[in-house]
């Protein structure tokens, strides 16, 4: 059996209460680019009271395609669970929608599978935000460093 790419948990937020119409094809498109697969996902929303609710893709009108698609359908199979979605919850603004992502990285599974057989492992990732990366560009004073996920 093969083994699995490293693995990353992404959160994309929306204003509003509903996705944008176009987020399933956006999705699609990442996919058919190869360099990412989407192993598990749902959707999390804040409404304006700070209630946080969770649901399954197949239970979204404009995602219940890909749930179908990708095999998500099956909630019992899920790696996102209710801790997740009460994590993601504390993150979002009020009034805010969001998908929960579990995404491979497709294009590393090669050289993650090399760096095994040689006895070696992934220890850590970093990723660098937006803001941090700008700063640092521009040669400007950047925010303190973000934390290192560890593995």
Known sequence: MAGIGPLEFLVVAFPGEEL??????????VEVGGDVRIVDALT???????RVRGAEFADVAALAGLATDYDFADPGRSLIDAA?????????????????????????????????????TLVAAVRIPEAYANEARCGREAPAAPPVDQY
């Open 44 to 50: 999390v929303a804040k409404d304006r009271d700070g």
């Open 20 to 29: 944008p119409d176009r987020v399933a094809s956006v999705l699609r498109a």
């Open 84 to 120: 997740d979605v009460d994590e993601v919850g504390q993150a979002l603004d009020a009034g805010t929608v969001a998908l929960a992502l579990l995404i491979e990285h497709m294009w590393a599974r090669k050289t993650d599978a090399a760096v095994r057989d040689l006895g070696g």
